[in-house]
C-alpha cells in the first residue's frame, strides 16, 4: 500500500536530536497515539498521527483532532523523568516563538491571545513513559464543536500564516529534546523555576473550585499553594480562575 503524503512527510523529518526522535512513526489514524507508545513504543520513538479516534487531554477529557488540522504526537521516553510536563510547555513555547507569543496556562496548556492551542498529557506504564503533545495547527473556529469555539483556538486562526507541520514537529523535537537532556543531567530546578514564572501565578487571587486566595508559591510537583482565609491549600489539578483580571 502506498503511503499517504502525511506519512511520506512525517517519516523523512530531519531533526538535531540526541534523546527523541530516533524513529518517527507517523500514521494517517490512530485511536491514541499516547495509548500506541505505551504499548509498543520504544524509547526516542516519537509517534505522530494525522488524526486521533480516541484523543485524550487531562482529567480524562477528549481532545479534537482531526485529519489535517493539527500536530499530535507521543515522544517515548523510559522512567518517569520529574519535570517533563514543565519541559514540553516550555518547548513548545520556544519552538513557536519566533512567529506566536503562547502563554503557559497552569498546569498544563498554552494559549494564544487567550485561546488554548496546546495540551500535554504524560503518562507512565511499566518503565515507559508517554509525553503527548496535541497542538492545533490551522483549525478555524468552525472546525472545533460548538462548546469549544470561545476557548479553542489554533496556531493559524489566532496567529495568522502558514504552518507547515513536519517542520513544526522538527522545531518542537529540538527544543524538547534540549530540555529533557537538562532535566535528566541535573537541571530541574531551572526547567521547573522557569515554567513556574512563565504561569504567571504568584501574588495572583486565583480560584480553584471551592477554594479561593492568593497563590504564594509552585512547589516541586507543580502544585499551587494558596493562601485561603482557612489556611494554605495545597492545589494539584482542576481549573483555576483569576479573580483579579488577566
Known amino acids: 500500500m502506498n503511503e499517504s503524503p502525511f506519512c511520506i512527510e512525517m517519516r523523512k523529518l530531519s531533526s538535531d536530536t540526541r534523546r527523541l526522535g530516533r524513529r518517527v512513526i507517523p500514521f494517517d489514524e490512530i485511536d491514541s497515539t499516547n495509548t500506541y507508545a505505551l504499548a509498543q513504543g520504544q524509547i526516542g520513538d516519537v509517534i505522530v498521527?494525522?488524526?486521533?479516534?480516541?484523543?485524550r487531554g487531562r482529567l480524562g477529557r477528549s481532545?479534537?483532532?482531526?485529519?489535517?488540522?493539527?500536530?499530535w504526537f507521543t515522544a517515548v521516553l523510559d522512567d518517569p523523568t520529574e519535570g517533563l510536563t514543565f519541559a514540553a510547555a516550555l518547548a513548545v513555547r520556544e519552538a513557536v516563538?519566533?512567529?506566536?507569543a503562547l502563554k503557559i496556562k497552569w498546569p498544563n496548556d498554552l494559549l494564544c491571545d487567550g485561546k488554548k492551542v496546546c495540551g500535554i498529557l504524560v503518562e507512565s506504564?511499566?518503565?515507559?513513559t508517554a509525553l503527548g503533545v496535541g497542538l492545533n495547527v490551522h483549525h478555524r473556529r468552525e472546525?472545533?464543536?460548538?462548546?469549544?469555539?470561545?476557548?479553542a483556538g489554533s496556531l493559524s486562526s489566532v496567529a495568522g500564516g502558514e504552518w507547515d507541520r513536519a517542520a513544526l514537529l522538527r522545531d518542537v523535537l529540538n527544543a524538547l529534546d534540549q530540555k529533557v537532556i537538562l532535566l535528566t543531567s541535573g537541571g530541574f530546578d531551572?526547567?521547573?523555576?522557569t515554567w513556574a514564572e512563565a504561569c504567571d501565578l504568584i501574588g495572583r487571587r486565583i480560584r480553584n473550585g471551592s477554594n479561593e486566595g492568593v497563590a504564594t508559591e509552585i512547589d516541586d510537583h507543580g502544585a499551587i499553594l494558596?493562601?485561603?482565609?482557612?489556611?494554605?491549600?495545597?492545589?494539584?489539578?482542576?481549573?483555576?480562575?483569576?479573580?483579579?483580571?488577566?
Not at 472545533?144 to 476557548?151: R, S
Not at 489539578?237 to 488577566?246: A, T
Open 97 to 100: 516563538a519566533a512567529r506566536c
Open 63 to 71: 481532545w479534537f483532532s482531526e485529519p489535517g488540522l493539527g500536530l
Open 143 to 151: 472546525d472545533f464543536p460548538e462548546e469549544l469555539q470561545e476557548k
Open 226 to 246: 494558596l493562601d485561603t482565609p482557612a489556611g494554605t491549600k495545597r492545589i494539584i489539578s482542576g481549573e483555576i480562575e483569576f479573580l483579579d483580571g488577566e
Open 49 to 55: 498521527a494525522d488524526r486521533q479516534t480516541l484523543g
Open 125 to 128: 506504564r511499566g518503565g515507559t
Open 190 to 193: 531551572t526547567i521547573r523555576a
